[in-house]
């Protein structure tokens, strides 16, 4: 039996690289607003993964989230930099695999940027509180599974799809090098 992609009367696989594999991040990233954050990859050790909220995805890809200076996570990332951030923006599409490298500083101007008044839970101090760092993912490469059209389309092509009975998956896959 041939695969479902054989099946596909669209094209369905499309990798991005450069301005274009930016602009894919900032959409799924954002859609998704929080991801899964991957730390000790390289330890050879299980790797360690907690939900974090992103506070800003730039135009050139990189991904921006408030940590304490404090926590687990801080700790790996000065002896392990490398990171794997997961993203699910819908039961359906906006699905992102990315690897990356963090780095860790504490500039107030970007925590000024970056923060929002319910941070506030962690980071009682407000914004001048000594513990809050800023983490900045900048992504070596990805892997993403999306809809080419939207979610509406998408779901009108299953369905006429399940009624004939062809494979009319709207959906788009590729890499993703920045």
């Known amino acids: 039996m041939d695969s479902i992609n054989q099946q596909q009367q669209e094209e369905n696989k499309k990798n991005l690289g450069g301005e274009e594999a930016a602009k894919k991040i900032k959409e799924l990233a954002g859609n998704a607003q929080s991801c899964f954050f991957c730390t000790n990859i390289q330890t050879g050790k299980p790797f360690e993964t ?9 135009d050139e890809g990189n991904l921006w989230f408030l940590s ?45 940027e970056l923060w929002e008044p319910t941070i506030k839970n962690w980071f009682t101090g407000g914004q001048d509180d ?10 070596t490469d990805g892997y993403y599974w999306d809809t080419k059209h939207n ?10 799809g399940a009624a004939i009975g062809q494979t009319m998956d709207d959906s788009i896959e590729g ?3 920045v």
């Open 68 to 112: 304490a200076d404090d926590s687990h996570k801080n700790e790996q990332l000065k002896s392990d930099p490398l990171v794997q951030l997961l993203f699910q923006g819908s039961h359906y599409s906006d699905f992102l695999s990315l690897s990356g490298k963090a780095t860790i500083s504490k500039d107030k101007g970007k925590i000024k």
């Open 151 to 160: 979610m509406v389309v998408a779901f009108v092509k299953q369905m006429v």
């Open 175 to 177: 890499t993703l090098k």
């Open 50 to 58: 907690r939900p974090m909220a992103v506070q800003q995805i730039d």
């Open 130 to 139: 000594p513990r809050i760092t800023v983490i900045k993912v900048t992504p």
